[in-house]
């Protein structure tokens, strides 16, 4: 996505080289040369916006949200999109449904990947198209939206009153001085035009005034019509983004709105799977950042590397989360591996999804944190205490007192490329390993994987 950065650049530089403000080319161009900018100026401004879109997309699906690009490797977990399926229909299980004896993992190649977003809803979800893929050899790069932030964005918490009848939406003046344009001061009360686009490519219009006395932003004209179109609610996120003369609206709802999937659907969860590695044929998956399950389309090389590590009862780890704030940031949590295991011994034995049981430090996390996650969505540091004390006494004396830094450790952001481990066997769990008591001592929301839990 560096690349692509750079790209975006160079192409708005020469757009700048090529034409003026109101589209006219700057240079002496014949007919055909003159066809051929104005064509290079659609592109331009189609690449920018198509990259604006994307930003956006994965701002409002969160910034742990990964999403392949098409020619990248990738491990397809079907019991991780079972599970997704079952958060969707709010159903406890599905073991009606037959998994053709897929295995617990598939490699493929991702042919295309779409990040769209729900008509009625604009809940963002990604349509995947996936081959089944048979050879091992050759670099793979995961290639994704940065996790960071664009700088010209900001988020924006709605209240009861933002969504009142008044019509008109409060903003911070800091975030709003640094993404909008900024406005006249020397007219009270100082106001412009904003045409804003959201994800399906409509077009809204506010009115962002300011008074020059209180300096409180406010949308006003069209503001009203927004909230009643996107029926929109207290606790909501807007998010705004800018870049030049483009202005781009998301939403994030504080409540999900689960949508069924028809029976049949549910049924061609895993068939589409089984006959596609038969016939050697594409097979298309849904993707929905906002469920609580965790992604089961998984870059090859971060599958890989996570399998190389021998996890052991006490191994300490940390792992981020989105966090709720205005500024959208990563926090970090940390916790200690109780077991591994399968979650189903019996349909998926010796699956590395959820593989891992985890406590987690109880002095900084919320409620709702998973009980099992992942490998490869952690970053283990080390063994925390002697294996004959028992967890709760770890936590009595206080959270990871003596870690004991392996190889692999990167806790100092360098990291020595040694990831190869020779650790004891994990133990079955003792009596001592049920949940531990929890203190929310952090008032902040926390999202992982899309949900917000605490």
């Not at 006219?24 to 401004?45: D, H, M, Q, W, Y």
């Not at 999937?261 to 089984?274: F, G």
């Not at 205005?326 to 926090?331: A, C, D, I, R, S």
């Not at 294996?387 to 190889?407: A, D, K, T, W």
């Amino acid at each position: 996505m560096l690349i692509r950065r750079r790209v975006s650049d160079d192409l708005h530089g020469l757009a700048i080289w090529l034409f003026h403000r109101d589209g006219r080319p700057k240079r002496n161009l014949s007919t055909s040369e003159c066809e051929k900018a104005c064509g290079l100026r659609v592109f331009i401004r189609s690449a920018v916006c198509n990259y604006l879109r994307a930003q956006l997309w994965h701002e409002c699906a969160g910034l742990t949200v990964k999403i392949p690009c098409p020619g990248d490797r990738v491990f397809y977990f079907p019991q991780g999109h079972l599970k997704q399926v079952e958060e969707i229909t709010t159903q406890d299980g599905l073991d009606h449904i037959p998994i053709h004896g897929l295995p617990s993992k598939i490699l493929c190649k991702v042919v295309d990947a779409q990040l769209k977003a729900h008509s009625k809803t604009d809940e963002v979800y990604a349509k995947i198209t996936l081959l089944p893929y048979f050879e091992h050899e050759g670099p793979n790069f995961f290639r994704t939206v940065p996790l960071n932030i664009p700088s010209r964005s900001f988020r924006k918490i709605l209240t009861p009153t933002d969504v009142s009848k008044v019509g008109a939406c409060g903003l911070p003046a800091r975030d709003v001085e640094r993404t909008f344009r900024p406005l006249d001061m020397s007219q009270d009360p100082a106001s412009q035009d904003i045409v804003a686009k959201d994800l399906h490519g409509s077009t809204w219009h506010f009115k962002h005034t300011c008074r020059r006395r209180q300096k409180r932003h406010t949308l006003v004209k069209g503001w009203g019509n927004f909230v009643r179109q996107k029926k929109l609610h207290a606790g909501d996120a807007c998010i705004f983004l800018r870049w030049q003369t483009e202005t781009y609206v998301g939403i994030c709802r504080a409540v999900r709105l689960h949508r069924p999937p028809r029976a049949t659907m549910q049924h061609r969860v895993l068939s589409d799977a089984y006959l596609s590695i038969n016939a050697g044929t594409p097979f298309t998956v849904y993707y929905y950042p906002w469920t609580s399950a965790s992604p089961f389309v998984v870059a090859y090389d971060e599958v890989v590397e996570s399998l190389q590590v021998n996890y052991s009862r006490g191994m300490c780890f940390e792992v981020q989360f989105d966090d709720e704030k205005p500024h959208h940031v990563l926090k970090t949590f940390t916790g200690i591996i109780i077991s591994k295991e399968d979650v189903d011994p019996v349909k998926w034995p010796q699956s590395e999804w959820q593989c891992l049981r985890v406590t987690w430090d109880p002095r900084a996390c919320g409620d709702g944190l998973p009980e099992r996650v992942c490998p490869w969505h952690i970053r283990c540091l080390g063994l925390a205490a002697p294996h004959q004390q028992s967890l709760v006494s770890v936590y009595q004396e206080g959270f990871m007192p003596n870690i004991r830094h392996l190889p692999f450790s990167t806790t100092n952001g360098q990291g020595n490329g040694n990831r190869t481990l020779t650790l004891p066997d994990i133990n079955a769990p003792s009596s001592s390993s049920q949940e531990q008591p929890r203190d929310k001592k952090d008032g902040r929301r926390v999202k992982l994987f899309g949900v917000y839990i605490g």
